[in-house]
């Protein structure tokens, strides 16, 4: 009985395990540095559930308290991920548009090529006030993980998106 009750408890923890989040992001590194092709299909697998690669209220995700907090008191980079064309119709105020599809390849350059470029200093990997945002919080999701595995593992994002901003403000 004793050990049938071990095994049953052993098997729960392992099972809850690779089930979670911290198995699923390492499964997929490990899979996109040796087998690419496989690492997308993984990761698009991984990213799917609530489970793996969905932030939420671990410290990942900025309310729209929080948000308006951190603007009124310019403790913030806030990076709006949405195309240039979503940005300029309509953006949140102090948002820098770093879009999505060149957001790794900025995150890389030097601090003085980033500031050149996007006219804000450039954020650091200990910086705990960058926040990403979209326009629903898919992509700044996704822009978040891109930013954790370059390094800048304090970085959040507005889950909201641009959507909540707007029915938040009134507009």
């Not at 087998?35 to 993984?42: D, E, G, K, V, W």
């Not at 729209?64 to 980079?77: E, F, H």
């Not at 390849?105 to 945002?133: C, T, W, Y």
Request: proline share 4%; glycine share 8%.
């Amino acid at each position: 009985m004793f050990v049938s009750l071990h095994s049953a408890l052993f098997f729960t923890m392992l099972l809850s395990f690779v089930l979670s989040r911290g198995f699923c992001q390492l499964a997929a590194e490990v899979n996109r540095r040796s087998c690419p092709t496989f690492s997308s299909a993984l990761r698009a697998f991984t990213t799917s559930g609530p489970k793996c690669g969905e932030a939420s209220d671990n410290g990942l995700v900025v309310t729209y308290s929080q948000l308006k907090t951190m603007l009124s008191n310019r403790d913030i980079q806030l990076f709006d991920v949405r195309n240039p064309d979503e940005f300029q119709a309509g953006r949140i105020p102090d948002a820098v548009n770093l879009p999505l599809g060149n957001l790794e390849e900025s995150l890389k350059l030097s601090p003085e090529r980033f500031q050149q470029m996007f006219e804000v200093k450039a954020p650091g990997k200990d910086d705990d006030n960058i926040v990403f945002h979209c326009r629903s919080g898919k992509r700044s999701l996704t822009a978040l993980d891109i930013a954790h595995r370059l390094g800048f593992s304090r970085a959040r994002h507005y889950k909201g998106g641009y959507i909540d901003w707007e029915e938040q403000e009134g507009k």
